[in-house]
T-cell receptor, first 117, second 118 residues
Framework: AQTVTQSQPEMSVQEAETVTLSCTYD???????LFWYKQPPSRQMILVIR??????QNATENRFSVNFQKAAKSFSLKISDSQLGDAAMYFC??????????????FGTGTRLKVLA | DARVTQTPRHKVTEMGQEVTMRCQPI?????VFWYRQTMMQGLELLAY????????DSGMPKDRFSAEMPDATLATLKIQPSEPRDSAVYFC????????????????FGPGTRLTVL
């Protein structure tokens, strides 16, 4: 069974600085997708960035980028130029590619990010 | 602006009562997920449907929970009888999932239903 581990329950970053959130996963599959979701106090789950496992290039979305290390099964999120609005709970998630007929998402336990003014 | 809608947004009920939560997926989406979020367990997948057929409900307590999709525009999650340990935020999410190498492979979350069972 697949698992997703976020070992940092809480992180803090100074406004305008850079922070990296860690995520590791375990799977025997070769095709899958990885995601980072943001959950602000409003509770709304918002997709931040996604990575296809078959792509070697790391995904980027404006100030958000990932460091995808497939062999190490590591998928970290880097937030550059942190803003107060980035303060939220961040969840790492794994999903099979669907070849086995499953579309289950497996979520990590989350990392609470605080941004200090 | 297409979005997943959930009703009710908040529900307070007494132990033993039936609770029904509803979800309207984004029009055209073929996959619907139900999640439960608690402080202790985090975000857990309860069940999901593809093309209205249940694909996996292994995360759902079968004795009291049931999930259905009467039609493509409505998904329901019922708890009968409810218990205090069911207190949580329940999220519905929908997506258009085709399979391997699909283009649209993300899920969109609704705002959640906060359930409190006294």
């Amino acid at each position: 069974a697949q698992t997703v581990t976020q070992s940092q329950p809480e992180m803090s970053v100074q406004e305008a600085e850079t922070v990296t959130l860690s995520c590791t996963y375990d799977t025997s599959e070769s095709d899958y997708y990885l995601f980072w979701y943001k959950q602000p106090p409003s509770r709304q789950m918002i997709l931040v960035i996604r990575q296809e496992a078959y792509k070697q290039q790391n995904a980027t979305e404006n100030r958000f980028s990932v460091n995808f290390q497939k062999a190490a099964k590591s998928f970290s999120l880097k937030i550059s130029d942190s803003q107060l609005g980035d303060a939220a709970m961040y969840f790492c998630a794994y999903r099979s590619a669907g070849t086995s007929g499953t579309y289950k998402y497996i979520f990590g336990t989350g990392t609470r990010l605080k941004v200090l003014a | 602006d297409a979005r997943v809608t959930q009703t009710p947004r908040h529900k307070v009920t007494e132990m033993g009562q039936e609770v029904t939560m509803r979800c309207q997926p984004i029009l055209g989406h073929n996959t619907v997920f139900w999640y439960r979020q608690t402080m202790m367990q985090g975000l857990e997948l309860l069940a999901y449907f593809r093309n209205r057929a249940p694909l996996d409900d292994s995360g759902m307590p079968k004795d009291r929970f049931s999930a259905e999709m009467p039609d493509a525009t409505l998904a329901t999650l019922k708890i009968q009888p409810s218990e205090p340990r069911d207190s949580a935020v329940y999220f519905c999410a929908s997506g258009f999932l085709l399979g391997k190498n699909e283009i649209h492979n993300e899920q969109f979350f609704g705002p959640g239903t906060r359930l409190t069972v006294l």
